[in-house]
């Protein structure tokens, strides 16, 4: 059908678009899909679209059918466009999520503040995070972590760090890996949000918290090196064999070059 046609890549974002022709032709519609980002997408084109929307997901006794109009009148227009970047930011299909932080708290420091409504209603309005933007983001992140009155994830690592939450995967990610994941999340959010157009202009991923690899497009997780150099030089595995193998090496694991400190001799994995 010549007005289905679209160039649009993702079946997700396809459904939507499906939905509003449907429109046309019946006052209610069932979306069937196992998918939470198909779900999100129904809250935030509800009006749009301007039918009486169905979910339907699951399996044999799991099956439910929910009424969208219900959930998006409790939560509020609002709430339900913010949701796009919300979701995006805290993990879906294509972007990773914030370790140890759950959708459930997100969604409950997203209600909490008007302003990060505000935040998540701008973050996928084009595909260049502005500067303000960021600062707006990685305040909501410091509060994800219950660090408050602190804006900066940078400080929040370090009074985590002082607290006694040492782990890394326990403190929220630095500013520049933080910066990356925010450009990965506003790209993938701008898709969605042209879900109803048949021929969305969208950039390449490259520039957009991703990078080329070869032939291969690969998540850019951060510009920094991971720590200094001088620090770097001072990492040692505590291997007791003579070579470091597999994973079992640290060093190895982390793509570092044993040192002179480490507890290997006749080595392969020395600089």
Known sequence: MPELFTTQEEADTRLLLHCAHAAD??????????????????????????????????KGGNSRTVEVQKIHNQLGA???????????????????SLYGIGKVKAMKALLSNQEHCNTFQRIDTTFTVTPDLYEAVEAFTCELYDVKDVKSVNQARWHMFRSGKCL???????????????????????IHRRSLQKRPEIPPPVQHGWRMEGEHLVVHWMILPPAPQSVLELVHCQCKILKCVGG??????HKLACTELCHCTNCDNLP
């Not at 466009?81 to 993990?91: R, S, Y």
């Not at 890394?168 to 701008?190: C, F, G, K, T, V």
Request: proline share 4%; glycine share 4%.
């Open 25 to 58: 032709y019946s006052r209610n519609i069932i979306i069937r899909s196992p998918d939470t980002d198909v779900f999100v997408l129904a809250l935030a084109f509800y009006k749009d679209i301007g039918a009486h929307l169905y979910f339907q997901t699951g």
């Open 78 to 96: 609002i709430v339900c466009d913010a949701l796009i970047g919300l979701h995006c930011f805290t993990g879906c299909d294509t972007v990773s």
């Open 168 to 190: 890394e995967r326990s403190l929220p990610p630095n500013q520049d890996s933080l910066q990356q994941h925010i450009q990965r999340a506003n790209y993938q959010a701008a």
């Open 248 to 253: 079992k090496c640290t060093c190895k694991k």
